[in-house]
């Protein structure tokens, strides 16, 4: 079941937390991502649980409608439990905005 405000975005895999409007008419939308799979190392696959820290990125510019949307994403930095896998940490990602 997607969040609708997510798939009218396009952005499916991330939940709108808030949105706020700039005095430059350009919308501010807050989302975290809200894929399960997203927590999934990327070298193992193992599901990671143990969250290390949090960052925001902001991804390339979204339009909708006229008016330019700023997006602000909380994501999370998991550290990889499996003690057979090179990776120490990874972030959150999702298949509709690549990492830059
Ligand atoms: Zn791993």
Not at 23 to 32: A, N, Y
């Amino acid at each position: 079941m997607s969040e609708p405000t997510s798939l009218l975005l396009g952005l499916e895999g991330l939940q709108v937390t808030s949105v706020s409007a700039l005095p430059d008419r350009t919308r501010l939308v807050e989302v975290i991502t809200c894929d399960p799979d997203a927590a999934a190392c990327p070298s193992c696959g193992v599901v990671s649980t143990f969250v290390k820290d949090h960052s925001v990125t902001y991804p390339r510019d979204v339009r909708y409608g006229d008016d330019p949307i700023r997006l602000r994403w909380w994501k999370t930095r998991y550290r990889c439990r499996n003690d057979e896998c090179d990776r120490a940490t990874f972030t959150d990602r999702i298949r509709e905005v690549p990492a830059r």
